[in-house]
């Protein structure tokens, strides 16, 4: 494994959970001395963990080490997909009514470019520039059928199912884009790695 992949594995971890802390406080959990251990330490560590042994398998199947890397930067860009929708709905909030469809949209664009740039240059490891302009079309036609899927599951979840187990709504709709976007992330694992970044 290189330094990156460590870095990055550390970080993801973190990230990881720091979205489970939040969710914890939404749940009304104060997060103790152990809890804030968990989220600051065993997330990174479990994350760095689970990529060396992908590591160790990929040397054989390099599909497996690549599935985690994208896992990986498919779990960093979820977060940045969850706190882009919360922050756009709280600055939309203000100002205008706006659908949570069209504000789910923008953070999923926006989590998409995260995921082309930790995808192609960390997960696939394309750095060749030719023939840019295909790779780019390729990108954007798994993307945007990558973002109907997004959002199909997000408003199938969010609206159509609803709220189970007495979870507050605010935290059913976290929970929604986290599976809409493992849904998505599916699709977008396979799209990546047969048509935009084979080799």
Same mark, same amino acid.
């Given at each position: ?6 870095? =990055? #594995?550390? %970080? ?6 720091? !979205?489970?802390?939040? @969710? ?6 104060? *997060? ?43 779990? =960093? #860009?979820? %977060? ?6 919360? !922050?756009?709905?709280? @600055? ?6 706006? *659908?949570p469809l069209a504000v789910k949209g923008i953070s999923f664009i926006f989590s998409t470019l995260v995921k082309y740039w930790g995808n192609k240059y960390w997960a696939f490891q394309k750095h060749e520039k030719e023939k840019l302009s295909k790779e780019i079309a390729q990108f954007f036609i798994i ?57």
């Open positions: 494994m290189k330094v990156i992949d460590v870095i =990055f #594995a550390l %970080v993801a971890g973190r990230v990881v959970g720091f !979205l489970i802390g939040d @969710f914890l406080k939404e749940w009304g959990i104060d *997060s103790g001395f152990y809890v804030n251990l968990v989220i600051w330490f065993v997330f990174p560590i479990l994350a760095l963990v689970c990529l060396w042994i992908a590591f160790l398998v990929g040397r054989k199947m390099l599909f497996f080490f690549q599935a985690a890397k994208h896992f990986l930067v498919g779990a =960093f #860009a979820m %977060v940045v997909d969850l706190k882009l929708f919360e !922050l756009l709905t709280w @600055f939309f909030g203000i100002f205008i009514l706006t *659908s993307t945007i059928i990558g973002l109907v899927i997004d959002i199909l599951a997000f408003y199938y979840i969010a609206l159509v199912i609803g709220p189970q187990f007495l979870i507050p709504s605010v935290l059913w709709v976290k929970i929604s884009i986290i599976m809409a976007a493992l849904v998505a992330a599916s699709w977008n694992f396979l799209g990546y790695k047969f048509i935009v970044f084979k080799k």
